[in-house]
């Protein structure tokens, strides 16, 4: 049986190798917090773009109109839907800063009924979900939407969402790793069918729901002693819903 450990499809380039312009936006950008180097380097090897998206980027962290709360809800939502542990834990390793618990930042990657969201929330959390799905939002949502976003916010919200979208996608799919020094481990609750295999093999980084049997990640950056406990649990998944990358 293999384990589904993988390595870069295209390595992130070392900083000695950047362009100045993009060493002074990561210098700019330190306050926004670490674990941006391999998403610098991977956008280095394409200046033009790293540009142009960086400048996207900041309009929407640094100069958009929506409340950091209701950003950091959309953007955890969107990297849990699409699979990206990279976006998921960097934004949730600062979820507090935003107006976010622990709890509620975990309760993203859950479905929306198992977490008494209050109302607000729950439509932007819902609307996050009906863009991902279908490319659009349903009326009701829109509507309830609209009575607590201004018309400049429903919009930053719709790109917001397209925005993260595209980062997560091109990060899972190049396999960029985060900047921990440890494995990385994500998991599909999709593939999952509840066999317990990861949570008797590594009960510090896994746990089965009670309310479902789905597996959930304690921690998706665990420290390099648990390597091998992670590899042999996503090797004894029998849903292969564990990926593991080092």
Not at 118 to 128: I, S, W
Not at 167 to 185: E, F, N
């Amino acid at each position: 049986m293999n384990t589904p450990v993988t390595a870069p499809r295209i390595p992130p380039v070392p900083p000695a190798d950047w362009p100045p312009p993009l060493h002074a936006v990561l210098e700019a950008s330190k306050k926004d917090g670490p674990g941006r180097v391999n998403l610098f380097g991977t956008l280095a090897h394409h200046p033009a773009l790293a540009s142009a998206w960086l400048a996207l980027a900041k309009v929407l962290t640094h100069e958009g109109t929506l409340a950091v709360r209701d950003r950091e809800l959309a953007v955890l939502r969107t990297a849990h839907r699409l699979g990206s542990a990279f976006v998921w834990s960097r934004h949730a390793s600062q979820a507090t800063t935003a107006g976010l618990d622990a709890e509620e930042a975990r309760a993203t990657a859950e479905p929306l009924d198992a977490y008494a969201w209050g109302t607000g929330d729950l439509d932007l959390l819902r609307a996050t979900d009906a863009l991902l799905d279908h490319a659009d939002v349903p009326d009701d949502v829109w509507s309830a939407l609209s009575h607590r976003l201004r018309e400049q916010q429903l919009i930053e919200l719709l790109v917001l969402v397209g925005q993260c979208s595209m980062m997560c996608m091109t990060l899972r799919t190049l396999r960029t790793p985060s900047d921990a020094t440890g494995p990385q481990v994500s998991i599909s609750r999709e593939r999952c069918c509840s066999s317990g295999q990861c949570v008797a093999t590594a009960p510090d980084v896994f746990e089965q729901s009670d309310e479902d049997g789905l597996v959930t990640l304690l921690v998706d950056a665990p420290g390099p002693e648990l390597a091998a406990d992670l590899r042999l649990a996503a090797a004894l998944c029998p849903g292969g819903a564990i990926t593991v990358t080092e």
